[in-house]
Each structure stands twice: as C-alpha cells, then as structure tokens.
C-alpha cells in the first residue's frame, strides 16, 4: 500500500542530544514538509522540499536542520540549539504539479525531553 | 495578523444541528484552500477541497468568499463521530508549495 511512515511514534531527548525524526513516502511525490503541533495549536510549518536536494525554511526553522538526499526520505533533526522541543511532529507529502493537491500526513512522532 | 484565523472554540452542538466554521486568510494571492478533520493526536487528513463555486459532499458544504477573504465549512445533521478539531488550510500559490495551517476550531457533538 502506498502511504507515508514516519518513526518513531514517541520519542525522548536528553539535554544537549540531536535527535533525528524519519519520514518515507511511497507515493511518488515530489513535495514533502514537516510541520509541529503543540497542544492546542495548529500545525506551523518547520521545512519544505519540492524537489530531491533542495528545501526551504519555513516558519520556525531554527533549531531544526533536514535533507533530501532521495525523493522518498525527508528526514528532520532535531538539534541541541532548539530548546524546547516538546511537541508533535508531523511529515506530509503531496503531487507538486496537481493544482488541489491533498497533502498525505504520517502518523506523527511525539517528542519529549526527559 | 496571522496568516490563517480560525475561532477555535469549542463549539458544542447536539446531534442534529447545523453548524458553521469561518476562516479568514489574509493574503489576497492565495490560490488554493482545504479543510482538514483532525481527531485527537492523529494525523490530518482532507475532508475536502474548497472551489469558487463552492461544492458539497454529503452533509459537508465548503464556501469560498475571495472578496472578503474567508472559507467557511457547513455541516448539516450533526454527528457524534463529527466531534474533531476542523484545520482551514490555505496555498499561497502553485510555484511556492507552502500551505498554512490555521489553529483549527475544536466541534463537541453530544448526544
């Protein structure tokens, strides 16, 4: 089945560790994001890539640091200099050429400091 | 300003009514708009894409106002299985890729 996975589904840190969040996708699209939700708030933007070797900042990108070496793998580190990086963390995808494209979410990885 | 508004209530309704969420955007170029449903600690998914003349599926009706700026999402006959946070999204544009989350609005349906 085509989808998007993201692992782990929970996670910790301790302080001053680098953590590394995977997103895969199947799908064959060329668009993929990461987005954190923190309780109660909507989904802000952290980075983008619309094509393999390339992302964008987003909204609040400091603190995190991605690649996009392979169209199907965007994964997300969560560095050190983030200093509060308790939240729920999603990964998307979508078809950058469709004008209404669906983004498709894995299922999320929860991050906490212990 | 934020880039997407929502009231994010909540909006507690009985089984059967009508309710209605508006979301306003602020930049005028946007170019494409979504509804999300959330459950709880869940991933998005699309409830549907919102058209300038509007469309319908089932009990869900999706409006565009451009001039002023806003969607709105109607539900009609409400369920207890429609008790979910509801995420206005919005594109900026086709070349950008970058879509907007609003906060989301929280509906209760009780029995």
């Known amino acids: 089945d085509g989808g998007i996975t993201q692992s782990p589904k929970y996670l910790f840190r301790k302080e001053g560790q680098n953590v590394t969040l995977s997103c895969e996708q199947n799908l064959n699209h060329d668009a993929m994001y990461w987005y954190r939700q923190d309780p109660g708030q909507g989904l802000r933007l952290i980075y983008y890539s619309q094509i393999v070797n390339d992302f964008q900042k987003g909204d609040i990108a400091e603190g995190y640091s991605v690649s996009r070496e392979k169209k199907e793998s965007f994964p997300l580190t969560v560095t050190s200099a983030q200093k509060n990086p308790t939240a729920f963390y999603l990964c998307?995808?979508?078809?950058?050429?469709?004008?209404?494209?669906?983004?498709?979410f894995g299922s999320g990885t929860q991050l906490s400091v212990l | 300003r934020k880039e997407v508004e929502q009231d994010p209530g909540p909006f507690n309704v009985p089984e059967g009514a009508t309710v209605a969420f508006n979301c306003t955007y602020s930049?005028?170029?946007?170019?494409?708009f979504f509804w999300y449903r959330q459950d709880c600690r869940k991933e998005p998914k699309l409830l549907m894409s919102v058209y300038s003349s509007g469309n319908e599926d089932g009990r869900f009706t999706a409006q565009l106002n451009r001039a002023s700026q806003y969607i709105s999402l109607l539900i009609r006959d409400s369920k207890l299985s429609d008790s979910a946070t509801y995420l206005c999204?919005?594109?900026?544009?086709?070349?950008?890729?970058?879509?907007?989350f609003g906060q989301g609005t929280t509906l209760q349906v009780k029995p």
């Open positions: 930049n005028s170029a946007s170019q494409s």
């Open positions: 998307a995808s979508s078809s950058r050429t469709a004008t209404n494209e669906k983004l498709f």
């Open positions: 999204v919005v594109k900026l544009s086709s070349n950008t890729g970058k879509l907007i």
